[in-house]
């Protein structure tokens, strides 16, 4: 079922407001037609005291000759009733009436209603059949007879039903009034609401998971002594805290950073003592035992390995800490062939294919870079490929890009796998990567070099054809 009443603020507030001003229009309305009718009805009484009577009293001549049984209407208003009881039974009765002037025939009802007033000089209201409803006054008469005198009541009833319309008239056009101005009002205070509607979805929208933040300012009026600039003050103090908290997760990002790039800048030189002191012994020309040479030929190894690891690993936090790139012009069609040469020595058991634009590809970047994430894209597919697999190297040029595309025929990288493949430290065969030299940084790289060039890495695999594509801006 619908909820029928308004919802937002605005309708509610424009609703009760003009709920309020209907209930005071009709406490209105009723007060005044109430006392409207209570003070004409109050003269009308005045007016039936300070008759006294005449009227009926004039009545009482009707025996007399020279009366031509014509009551005395003289002085009288209009419409003025008169009836003179004797001994409880209605001898005469008149109304003033300019046309006729003739005694009233009363039905028996109206006899009964008429003998039943209570003798008390007060105004009474009587229902008289022909005449309408009267305000009756009765008094005693000089020869034991009571007099009756009366005045219309419908003068005072049409007194207040005029009243009620133009009430009716005047309330509704204020009502429809109010609305309109109402909601006009209420949406314009409710303005600085919005203000901070919008800057709560602003800050929402940010992307807050990480890095440095860009967060807007404070709302300016957050006058306390409103109610929304109470909601301005919270919501600013909130975003303070919002903004000290991503403050200091940056630097604390940033120190993680600086510890990665020192740690393995400090690394470099140890490892590169050990490297030069295994190849000095194992260049030794007296004779050494088997094992000891076994073992020296594993320290240059795997020294060599920690090289590679520790370059990487600098490497990345380099780039992580946004360190500017060469910007110089890169032959890119030179580059793969190299690279590919190299693969080729490397690999030779797989079949490596080339497929280069007659014009020669340059783009603006870091050769050096550019050429270590190629080259790792050309390492995978001869690593973690079989011998005897195809490789072909694709360079192509768009209006605006160039696609490096290096796929090959091989396994394919299994779909576990696939969504994290450029993430660091991911690889497939964790156990046999002491054996195959495997880190899983060499996509990581290939990631962050291509997306500081300004360029995207992608990769498609499937059983029998895995293809890395790197775009960069042409
Ligand atoms: N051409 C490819 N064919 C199959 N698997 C691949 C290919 N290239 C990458 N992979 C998978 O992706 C993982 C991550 O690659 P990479 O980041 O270069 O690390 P690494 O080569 O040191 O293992 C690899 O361990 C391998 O499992
Ligand atoms: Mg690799």
């Known amino acids: ?55 009926a009293a004039s009545l009482e001549h009707e025996a007399e000759p020279d009366a031509d049984n014509r009551p005395d209407t003289r002085g009288q208003a209009e419409s003025t009733f ?15 009436d300019d046309a006729t002037d003739r005694p009233l025939a009363l039905t028996p009802g109206d006899r009964r209603a008429l003998t039943g ?6 105004g009474h209201s009587v229902r008289l059949s022909g005449l309408g409803t009267y305000r009756v006054t009765a008094v005693q008469g000089d020869d034991h007879d009571i007099l009756i005198t009366g005045l219309p009541l419908h003068p005072v009833e049409e007194t207040v039903h005029r009243l009620e319309a133009v009430e009716t008239v005047v309330f509704s056009a204020a009502l429809v009034a109010t609305g309109i101005a ?60 919002i903004e000290d908290a991503l403050t200091r997760r940056q630097a604390s990002e940033e120190r993680l950073r600086h510890f990665a790039a020192d740690a393995s800048h400090e690394l470099r030189t140890p490892v590169a003592n050990i490297r030069g002191h295994a190849e000095l012994a194992l260049r030794h020309q007296g004779p050494v035992p088997t094992e000891v040479r076994h073992a020296l030929k594993r320290i240059d190894a795997e020294s060599r390995r920690m090289t590679h690891l520790v370059d990487d690993l600098l490497l990345l936090a380099r780039l992580d800490a946004g360190r500017p790139l060469e910007h110089e012009p890169v032959d890119l069609t030179l580059l793969i062939l190299n690279a590919t040469d190299d693969a080729r020595a490397a690999g030779p058991g797989h079949h490596w294919f080339l497929d280069l634009p007659e014009e020669p590809v340059t783009v603006t970047g870091d050769a050096h870079r550019l050429q270590q994430a190629i ?20 360079l192509t040029r768009a209006e605006t890009e160039v696609h490096v595309e290096v796929s090959d025929n091989g396994p394919g990288i299994s779909e576990e796998l696939r969504p994290e493949v450029f993430g660091r430290f991911v690889r497939a065969d964790r156990a046999r990567s002491r054996s195959t030299g495997s880190t899983g940084l060499g996509l990581a790289i290939v990631h962050a070099v291509i997306t500081a060039h300004g360029g995207t890495a992608t990769v498609t695999s499937g059983p029998g054809r895995t293809t890395f594509r790197l775009t960069l801006p042409a």
Do not use: Y
């Open 1 to 55: 079922m619908r909820h029928p009443a308004p919802r937002t603020l605005r309708g509610q507030l424009t609703a009760g407001l003009v709920t309020l001003l209907a209930v005071a229009c009709l406490a209105v309305g009723i007060t005044t037609a109430l006392a409207l009718r209570g003070f004409l009805m109050g003269r009308l009484d005045e007016q039936l005291a300070a008759s006294g009577g005449r009227f």
């Open 82 to 96: 008169g009836a003179r009881l004797l001994n409880g039974t209605v001898t005469r009765a008149a109304v003033v």
């Open 117 to 122: 007033i209570p003798v008390d000089g007060k």
């Open 182 to 241: 109402g909601a006009l009002w209420v949406r314009i205070s409710l303005r600085p609401l919005q203000k901070v509607t919008a800057r709560a979805a602003e800050v929402a929208g940010l992307p807050l998971a990480s890095g440095e933040v860009a967060m807007p300012g404070p709302l300016p009026d957050t006058d306390p002594r409103t109610e929304v600039g109470q909601v301005g003050t919270a919501l600013n103090h909130m975003l303070g805290h």
């Open 375 to 394: 080259g790792n894209l050309l390492a995978n597919a001869r690593t973690h490929t079989p011998p005897g697999t195809d490789v072909t190297i694709t």
